[in-house]
Each structure stands twice: as C-alpha cells, then as structure tokens.
C-alpha cells in the first residue's frame, strides 16, 4: 500500500491537472485574453477598411515572419525537452535544453529588430495607418512577451544547472514552459492573422 | 506590536484621519455650492473648496501610505525602523507643510500664492491636483526620499519578503513619477500628456502596488493563511494591474492632440483593467474563508474585504463603463467621472489606509490584538454608513451624468452647459445628502476610536 501511495506521487500520476504553478495559468490565461481582445480588435478594423489592411500586407517580409515561426515552434519543442529531461532526473540536460530554447528566442528578436529597421527606414509609424498600427502594436506588445520568457527561461536554466530541481520537485521547470509555450501559441495565431490571411 | 519603532506609524495615522475629516467637510462645502452657487462666496469660492478636497485626499493618503509603510516594514522585515527620529522630524515637516499649503490656499488668492512662492523659478502650478506651491512640492519629494532612504535601509538590512518588496517599488515608483510634476511644457498637449504620468501611473499603476502589498500584509496577519499562498496572488495581481494600467494610460489620451493610436491602446488595455480587480475581491473572499485562525479583530478583516469589493465596483466596473473611446467621446469630464472617482478613491485607496489603520491601531495604542467588541462595533457601523452612502453619491453622480450626457451632448439640440446643470440639481442634492450620511459615518469612525469597554477575550469570560 505505501508502494502504491508513493507511486500515486510521481509526475506522470500528476499530469490529468495542469503541470506547474496554478498561478502561472491564471496569469496565461489573463495574458490569452489580452491577446484575443487584440486579434478581435483587429478583425473589427480590418473589416471597417479590407482594401487598406490586403495592400499593406503585402509590405510585410513573410520570410521573415516565417523564419520566427519556425524558431518559436523549435524553441517550444527544445523547452518541451527540457522537461522531459527534468523528469528524467537530469538537470543539467534539462539547463542545456532550456538555453537552446533561449538561443531560438535571440535569434527571434535578431530577426524582428531587422524587420522593424526595414520598416522605420521606409518610414512607418504608428501613425502612418490602422493596418501599420496593429503591425506595429500587436508584434511589439508579442516581442515584449517573448523577451519576458526569455527572462523566465535563464533563470529557470540557472537553477536547473545548479540541481535546484529533482526528478520529483520541479514545478518551476514545467511553469517557466508553460509560459514559453503560451508566447509560442500566441505568435502562431498572430503570424497568420498579421502576415498571411487575405 | 513586535517592534518598537513601529509606533512612529500611529502620529501619521492621527494626522491621515484628520485630513481625511477636513476633506469630507470641503467636500460636503462643494457639494452644496454645486446648487447654491454663492454659498460661502466669497470668503471659500467654489475652486478652492476643490482644491482643498483633493488636494486634503492625496495628502491624507500620502500619509496613510507612509505610516503603513512604517507599521509593516519593521514587522515583514523583522527589524527595527532604520531611523525611528528620521520618520518623526518627517512627519511634522510634512504635517506643517501640508497645512501652510491649505493655509496659503485658503488666506491668499491663488495667482498671489504663485508669485510669493516662486511660481516664476519654475512655473509648476495651476494644474488639476499639482496646484502646491514650488517649495511645497520641492518639499514633498525632499520627504519622500528621506522617507524611502529609511524604509530602503530597513529593508536591507532585514528579511526580504514579496510584501515589502512590492511596497518598496510602489513607494519608489509613487516619487520617481512625482517628479513629472516638475515638468510643465508651454505645449498645452504635451503638458497634458506627463500631467498623466502623475496622476494616471500613481492610481493605476504604482499605488496599486502599494494597495496589493498592504492587503497581502493584513490578510497573513489576519487569516493566518500561508505566505507563500497569498504572496503568490500578489505577484499574480500587480502583474496583471501593471501590462493593463501602464497602456492603459492610453484612455487618457483621447482627443486631446496625442495621437489616434491611442483611442485602440486605450480603449483594449484599459477595458482589461476591471481583471486584477476583479481576482482580488476572489483572492480576498477565498483566503478569508482558508482562514487557519480567528482573529479578534473584526472590523480590520471587514476593511480589508471591503476594500477588495469596492476597488472592484469603483476601479474596475465604474472605470470600465466609460474607459472605450466611442463612450468616453460622450462622457469625457461630465460627472460619470466625478461617480467614477470618488467611488475608485474611496474603494481602492481610502480604505486600504483604513484598513491598515483598523489592523495596527489598537496595537499602536497597546490594547493588544484587537480593541474592544463596542468600539469595534461602532467601527464596522462606521464602515456601513460610508461605504453605503458611497454607493449613493457613485449612484446619484451616475444620474446626473447620463442624463449630463444625453442633454448636453448626444441629443439632437444639444443645451448650454448651465442650462443643463440647472436641470439636473435633483440629483445634486440627493448626492449632498449621502455626503451628510456619509460625514456621519466619518464621525462616528473617528468616536470609535475612543469607545473603552471590555476586549475580546475579557468579554467572553464575563459571558
């Protein structure tokens, strides 16, 4: 019976809840719906003006977005290993894995500051139209997210690289992902919207 | 009380509720000269009582906020106050300065009051709530660092917990932004674009984390609940009250020459501040009813849930309802804002500070944990009148601004300002008479005060 207690203990018998601290998930979800308010604001101004927001579209450097998608979407899987290896008992592993993902995150901004040198040097501001606002707005508001998250990741890495977690205790590890992977979700939904959808 | 030098915190509390009473009597002055134009003229006019009434509530917090600041630093730090003397000479700096401003207010026209106080140096007055004179806000901030130096050097030298950390960058936050107060470009809109860094970033920024840490303070003594638990909801909730209340700003920036950007930030951030309003009155209510203890003192918990409630009502839903730039394009300045602002000051700030009052007064004044069952009784009758009559003045100030709005500036023939402000005195007069309930409730707080009777413990074992 205490075999079985013991066994009731282990991550795998813990996953049906969320993994991590329940307060990084009310904060997600208040930062999810922060970003929905957006995206239905921008649905609402690109319908007062469609001609407007399909012209300008096309200004935008697809490559470019396509690029920090893929980097955001391989940063999530390095981040989903790191807790893999957590679990696994090894956090070094874990560190390692976690500064890869915080390696896709710096080449995330490297690609985001040339998109906006491109765009300052032509002359866009947020004032130029409503299509350059939200560009503008919506990719900034996202960066300040994924740099948050790269903060998140380096600490969390720091501690894993000095044994702060163990197989058993390492709710920080699976929160900090959580994070990253809610900075991921939300740029999968705003690379098409912004980039992509006529 | 653990530390001795805990009680400097009680002569800021004394002073706190004093200009609190002086701010509700110019208040109940304003709200009659709304219907009876001339009354007092000319010896109070009608925006001096203002000024005194806002200029008396800033203050009167400020106060709160610093004897707070000394009741709980000390304890959260487990050490003693840095310099108890240091807090003391403040103090009186700041209480003398204080009523030599209202004073010069008072007694002197307010252009004269400019040109003695060296308004011509560097032309900082005239401006809603920033009208103290140069040398008053050169001494604020003269106090404010001297305060922040001691409390900074307490807390260094003691634990550091997630309370007195958030209080400590509130605090620093509270100066720092004060200094735009020194900045007043001759560009009437960029004036007004860093009047807002003021007022705007203290209310919906700093102050609120100085509201969460002070809450999160009381509950743990209060409930007995674990610190990691509310600490965590504290993180939780000023996260959420900084990403909205800083774009937030935005909704201030409506039409009055900033750029059109700003009516979208404005309007999406701002509609999302109701949200860490909203999970403190869960977090209050939820770790009230975890409660590992039962704490003799009744009325502080009822303050502090009181203050969840009514932050939540005139913070969030009051602001909400006319914060979207399609609204505000209506009700900008009509009296929707003045319902808005008194409900968020009393709910989210006066209270705060009547709670911590409520918590650390009877221990200031050595009557152990909690005072006695009458005096504690007339506090919490205290505290139904003003926060109901509250409601009331929100309530009538509503009224009068709907209808402000529909007659002044939606109908098809709009009319006069003064046309319509005759037509709306009903309700003028109605919030006159919730103010008279509400200046009884005051009373009656500040009697409680000095109601003896047996305490808890003592009364229990006569029963």
């Known amino acids: ?198 | 009380m653990q530390f001795k030098s805990q009680a400097v915190s009680k002569p800021y509390f004394i002073a706190a509720i004093g200009l609190f009473v002086a701010q509700i009597l110019f208040g109940l002055i304003m709200g009659l000269q709304y219907v009876m134009g001339d009354f007092l003229f000319p010896h109070i006019p009608f925006n001096v009582a203002r000024m005194v009434h806002t200029n008396a509530l800033i203050v009167w917090l400020l106060m709160g906020f610093m004897g707070a600041a000394y009741y709980l630093v000390p304890e959260e730090s487990e050490t003693e106050l840095f310099s108890p003397k240091l807090a003391i000479a403040l103090f009186w700096i700041f209480l003398v300065a204080a009523a030599l401003t209202v004073v010069g207010y008072l007694l002197v026209p307010y252009a004269t009051l400019a040109k003695m106080t060296g308004n011509d140096i560097i032309p900082t007055m005239g401006r809603e709530f920033l009208e103290q004179p140069l040398i008053t806000k050169v001494g604020i901030v003269i106090v404010a660092l001297a305060f922040l130096f001691n409390i900074t050097m307490t807390v260094l030298k003691g634990r550091k917990t997630a309370i007195n950390t958030v209080l400590l960058v509130g605090l620093w936050g509270l100066a720092i932004f004060f200094l735009f107060s020194f900045y007043n470009p001759d560009n009437v809109v960029r004036d007004k674009f860093y009047w807002w860094w003021v007022v705007h970033l203290w209310v919906e920024g700093v102050w609120e984390l100085i509201l969460g840490a002070i809450l999160a303070f009381v509950l743990i003594k209060t409930t007995g609940v674990d610190r990691e638990v509310i600490e965590k909801w504290l993180y939780v909730i000023i996260s959420l009250a900084l990403i909205t209340g800083i774009i937030g700003t935005g909704h201030h920036y409506y039409w009055i020459g900033t750029p059109e950007y700003w009516q979208w930030w404005g309007s999406i951030f701002s509609a999302l501040e109701p949200i860490p309003f909203f999970a403190m009155v869960i977090y209050a209510f939820n770790i009230v009813n975890r409660r590992r203890r039962e704490h003799p003192n009744k009325a502080a918990t009822l303050w502090a849930l009181g203050t969840a409630v009514m932050a939540f009502l005139g913070a969030g839903v009051w602001g909400f309802l006319h914060t979207l730039a399609p609204v505000n394009f209506y009700t900008h300045g009509t009296q929707i804002t003045a319902a808005h602002g008194h409900m968020a000051f009393y709910g989210a700030y006066a209270m705060i500070v009547l709670t911590m009052i409520s918590y650390a007064m009877p221990k200031l004044r050595g009557m152990g944990e909690a005072a006695s069952e009458r005096a504690q009784l007339t506090e919490m009758w205290s505290f139904w009148l003003m926060t109901v009559s509250m409601v009331f003045i929100t309530l009538f100030l509503t009224g009068a601004g709907v209808l402000q709005v529909w007659l002044q500036r939606y109908s098809e023939a709009p009319q006069a300002f003064m046309a319509v402000q005759e037509q709306i005195k009903i309700f003028y007069w109605m919030r006159e008479t919730a103010g008279l309930v509400f200046f009884t409730g005051l009373v009656l707080y500040v009697i409680s005060h000095f109601v003896g009777g047996p305490t808890g413990a003592k009364a229990k074992a006569r029963a």
């Not at chain 1, 991590?20 to 239905?40: P, R």
């Not at chain 1, 740029?187 to 959808?197: C, H, N, T």
């Open chain 1, 1 to 198: 019976m205490t075999a079985v207690a013991v066994v009731d203990r282990t991550p795998a018998a813990r996953l049906p809840s969320p993994p991590g601290d329940l307060a990084i998930w009310i904060f997600i979800l208040a930062e999810l719906l922060v970003f929905g308010l957006l995206f239905v604001a921008y649905a609402f101004a690109r319908a007062g003006d469609v001609a407007l927001f399909n012209h300008h579209q096309q200004g935008l450097d697809q490559a470019a977005g396509l690029i920090n998608t893929l980097l955001l979407v391989t940063g999530s899987y390095f981040v989903a290993r790191a807790v893999a290896a957590v679990r696994g008992g090894s956090g070094r592993v874990c560190a390692l894995w976690l500064a890869a993902g915080f390696g896709t995150g710096v080449l995330f901004v490297a690609v985001k500051f040339g998109e906006y040198a491109d765009k300052f040097a032509a002359g866009v501001s947020l004032s130029t139209n409503t299509f350059y606002m939200f560009y503008l707005g919506l990719t900034f508001f996202h960066l300040m997210h994924v740099l948050m998250g790269m903060v998140i990741l380096a600490v969390v890495a720091q501690k894993a690289w000095r044994g702060g977690y163990s197989r058993v205790e390492h709710a920080g590890v699976e929160t900090g992902a959580a994070y990253w992977h809610m900075v991921d979700l939300v740029w999968l939904i705003l690379f098409p919207l912004l980039y992509v959808m006529r």
